[in-house]
């Protein structure tokens, strides 16, 4: 098994579902994993990739690829496979990626699995786990022939630094015409105050029981004091209470962190599917009823404006900020 | 202008979902319905050729016969008429000959605009437009909250993980709206009595130029092993909150080493 993952990186920093992936991909051996970096300037930064398993970093130091725009990707990743041979090519899922894995997928007459939560070895063949109908089922798929490309869900991998140095080799992809055509010509970025929803540890979330807007400060401050970031529902982030970019569900972001406390979120199907991967969940609600409670680890019936601020000043107490 | 929006039928959101245990494919025979996220694709298709730019809107779809039911309330709305791609052995395409077999509608309809909805409602699939653009060798957009269209070019604004990004591409073009690009409306009256006259074109894969081992069973690189129950949660618990739940909260995070 020749593998290869798409690492993507902003700001001067490799992203960390795409470490996961780089991770996996390292668990799973093989007799070799190697990592693509793109982009303008980041030859220093594709060397990290060998602490997360990478033997080979390829890399493709061109303006062209200065912007997060998938066509110019698909070319260069479609010379790579062709040239060296890779069969498996990985990629964590991402507004970028997983339109550079579908274009992959057409341009090598590939089968791509996405969605996927876990990547096995199993009799001899790679095994994706892909939970299906709102999470309620898990399918085990594969694919007929190589090349295979894999897209994980977002937050579905944890990177595990296990040290070592990756060779780093640059290549140069030859771009097709339609590939440029699509031009970025404005970029803003929102300022975070904290860790983005991906990568945070701890995730606090407000939905509809909030009663308001204004009331976020109070998931804001609990946040901050248990060092974690902001999430919200789609209800709220439609009803315009908060930014779309911390918005986790079907149709916002996936986020698997290690604690997701929700605060006033009832738990709709639209949210639990991007959530429910989080390893101990702590829902905070006054309906005894609300389904959060069937997947809660511990589930709190009450008035969160009582519990969350005496809750934010005892976490504040205990870790002394 | 001439605007292609590609729809799919998908299980209705009330009929209860299952998998075939045989073919382990989603079973398609309840109540079908249109994708609710390509209804705004059709809805944006809509606004922008009542909003001056004229034309036609064509559904494209990929499916059985009986998803042009589904496909009649998109026609309801407005849009002009439905090519509908269906084939015994288009079932049970994968991405790739679900792709292949849309481009190859797409390549014969040679629309201005190609645009898709966010997501299918379905399978999750928020993946198909990058490979019908790849197959078209047009540049694509995805995850488009605001569309406007001026000298030949398309520029669509979205929201990505680190803010927005505002991107250009000359026309032809392939476009994924996002669902908050627009509220959709509903058919009126009017619109669903005179849906029924408008054209249905049915083709098949082979009047593509698709070769059987090109799509369905014979041309998918993927393939579903099996399917099992999603792995158990450890116990929960749940309590009241008789005033100490904050602390009770507190001490059942440390006990898990999570503070």
Redesign the interface.
Known sequence: MATLVFLEHHEGELQKGSLGALSKASELGGDDVAAVVLGSGVEELAKGAGRFGAGTVFVADDPAFEKPLPQPRVDALAQLVGEQGFDTILFAASVLSADVAAGLAARLDAGLNWDLVDLVSEDGRLVGKRPALGDTVVADVGWTAAPRIALFRSGALEPKETGGEADVRTFDPRLEDFSSAAVMVEQAHEQSTGPSIEDADVIVAGGRGLGGPEKFTLVEELAQALGGAVAATRAVVDSGWYPYSAQVGQTGRSVAPKLYVACGISGAIQHKVGMQSSSTIVAINKDPNAPIFDFADLGVVGDLNEIVPKLTELVRARRGR | MKIAVCVKQVPDAAAP???DPQT?R?DRSVEGAINPFDVHAVEEALRIKEGGEGGEVVLVSMGPAKAAESLRKALAMGADRVVLVTDEAAEGS???GT?KALAAALAREEPDLVLFG??SSD?????????????L???????VAELTLSDGKA?GK?????????????LP?VIAV???INEPRYPSLKGIMGAKSKPQDTVTSSDLGLSADEIGEAG????????????P??D??????DGS??????D???E?K??
């Open positions: 979902k299952r998998l382990k989603l994968d991405l790739l792709a966010q997501q399978s999750d699939g928020a993946v198909l437009w990058a490979a019908v653009a790849e197959k060798r047009r540049p694509v957009i995805s995850q520029r979205r929201q990505t993980e680190f803010g927005y990004d505002v991107i250009e591409a000359p073009a996002s669902d908050a998918k690189r993927t393939e579903v092993y099996a399917v099992g129950d999603p792995p949660r450890g929960s618990v749940k309590i009241e909150d739940a904050a602390e009770k909260i507190v059942y995070l440390s898990r999570l503070i």
